[in-house]
């Protein structure tokens, strides 16, 4: 390979590192904006018993936040590597609807009510579990005049447990303080073929739409769980 010939196509490889790295984290964004339709809840579903508190990282007015958060390239004579990863951060607001209505659902089912013996209880969500980490793991040999090379895409999620406090209100004038926590059940997703960023974007986070109902669940468990270590 002539010094000429390599110092374009190491300019070429450059380029086209850097141009993906900084494109990626707004194709992105888009394509959560354009699945939750540029719209964010006014109002969170409470019950007579059940209320919920939303808190937010981000502007009550922002959907979502994607940066990229690594760039690490690993460049030898031949063979290079590198991976890109863009963590997005989605309001809180976004997913709550189908979290209240499984909780309350599964709270009702289970006699949560009677279990309070009169009391209320407010859950204070600080997390997302859809929050997302979008990977990109890239390789590339260079050959004599030419260069071949792949990339392998993912998104993550980016907590493994999803966790809210919760405080009970009992007539008597007690409270009662706690945690509840279970396991962040979204899973790393790849691609289908010739699938775009924002089509697979939306795609992973209508599947966090469906698993957060389970959670809901879940914590219901956790809930009944410790209301019943204090009768």
């Given at each position: 390979m002539t010094r ?10 450059v ?22 339709a ?7 579903k ?8 939303v808190e ?12 990229k ?14 991976r ?34 009169g ?19 890239g ?5 004599l005049?030419?260069?071949v ?8 999620p980016s907590g ?5 406090n ?6 008597s ?15 790393e ?6 699938q775009?960023?924002?089509?697979f ?12 109902k ?6 219901v ?11």
């Amino acid at each position: 390979m002539t010094r000429n010939c390599f110092i374009a196509l190491f300019a070429a490889a450059v380029f086209s590192f850097t141009f993906t790295s900084c494109s990626t984290s707004k194709r992105v964004d888009k394509g959560i904006k354009k699945y939750y339709a540029n719209t964010i809840p006014e109002k969170v579903k409470n019950n007579d018993y059940i209320s919920f508190t939303v808190e937010n990282t981000l502007p009550a007015n922002e959907i979502s936040q994607t940066r990229k958060t690594k760039n690490k390239l690993i460049p030898a004579i031949f063979y290079w590597k590198w991976r890109t990863e863009n963590t997005s951060v989605i309001n809180n607001m976004m997913p709550i609807q189908y979290f209240t209505s499984s909780f309350i659902t599964a709270a009702n089912s289970r006699k949560l009510k009677e279990k309070l013996n009169g009391g209320t209880v407010n859950l204070t969500i600080k997390e997302n579990p859809a929050n997302f980490v979008y990977v990109i793991d890239g390789w590339m040999v260079f050959l004599l005049l030419a260069y071949v090379g792949g990339e392998k895409v993912a998104i993550e999620p980016s907590g493994n447990n999803f966790s809210v406090n919760y405080t009970i209100s009992y007539p008597s004038g007690q409270t009662k303080q706690g945690t509840l926590t279970t396991a962040n059940i979204n899973r790393e997703k790849a691609p289908r073929y010739f699938q775009n960023v924002k089509g697979f974007t939306r795609e992973y986070l209508a599947s966090c739409d469906n698993n957060i109902k389970a959670m809901a669940k879940d914590l219901v468990t956790d809930l009944l769980a410790q209301v019943s270590e204090t009768e």
